[in-house]
């Protein structure tokens, strides 16, 4: 895509959610918008780096680190966002800055076990399996408080809050009531943890009902680079 409509497509996204903040109940005027650049390559997101986005997310690990080389001389944010198996932590804990992904105890510990002594603990939030769907990774929300309190107890790791991928819907209602279900459980989590301040939700296709729910992260692919090929 070239690069003056990239730019078009993020000037009128972050418009976009900046007029859906401010309908919000919860005026969040600073909504991080994270450009998801899974399948697009390291010029697409020097491209996107230049219309002004700074954070990238990236779902399979192999083709981030080679975006996360060929870009090391600009100031990005990288964050997992895919599936993680546990031959990857060590990889993803020395090059990303977050986490949204961790959904079991196990991958947490190994996380913070090889997070580099020369860098800041990693972000990480939780992802829940808010729709409950047997294939779908994400820790259950019985399961939730327990794993909370093994993250929040690991000294490299900041716990900074709770990711989802609902089910996709085209119902506004329905994606509205599912996200409204992760606010609650992110406040009644908020006692063990009190340093979370993150709500990772809403796509290209249900940032809006996510917003008026109180995300404080949208993942945004689509909008900003146009269709994936595959
Ligand atoms: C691909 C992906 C997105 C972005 O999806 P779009 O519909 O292209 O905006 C967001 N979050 C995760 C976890 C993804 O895998």
Same mark, same amino acid.
């Given at each position: ?5 990239? *730019?078009? &497509? ?9 007029? *859906? ?6 005026? &969040? ?21 230049? *219309? ?68 800041? !603990?990693? &972000?990480? *939030? ?28 690991? !000294? ?17 209602? /329905? ?12 406040? /009644?989590?908020?006692?063990?943890? !009190? ?13 809006? /009902?996510?917003? /008026? ?18």
């Amino acid at each position: 895509m070239p690069s003056d409509l990239l *730019c078009d &497509n993020t000037t009128k996204l972050l418009e976009r959610v900046k007029r *859906c903040a401010q309908k919000s109940q919860f005026h &969040n005027s600073d909504i991080l918008v994270l450009a998801v650049s899974k399948t697009r390559s390291a010029e697409e997101v020097r491209a996107a780096h230049g *219309c002004g986005l700074t954070d990238f997310g990236e779902n399979y690990l192999q083709e981030a680190l080679e975006k996360i080389a060929a870009l090391e001389d600009l100031p990005l944010n990288w964050h997992f966002i895919g599936p993680i198996q546990s031959n990857k932590t060590r990889a993803i804990a020395e090059h990303f800055s977050w986490v949204h992904s961790v959904d079991r105890a196990k991958i947490a510990r190994r996380l913070d076990a090889q997070r580099p002594a020369h860098l800041p !603990p990693l &972000n990480v *939030c939780l992802q829940v399996n808010i729709s409950g769907e047997e294939s779908k990774s994400g820790v259950h929300v019985d399961a939730l408080p327990e794993l909370v309190n093994a993250v929040v107890a690991l !000294p490299r790791l900041r716990l900074r809050g709770l990711m989802a991928i609902p089910a996709a819907t085209p119902d506004t209602n /329905a994606q509205r009531e599912t996200f409204s279900r992760m606010r609650s459980l992110f406040n /009644a989590l908020r006692d063990s943890a !009190p340093g979370m301040d993150t709500l990772s939700m809403g796509m290209s296709d249900d940032m809006e /009902a996510a917003i /008026a729910e109180g995300a404080t992260i949208v993942r945004i692919g689509t909008a900003i680079f146009g269709p994936r090929a595959t």
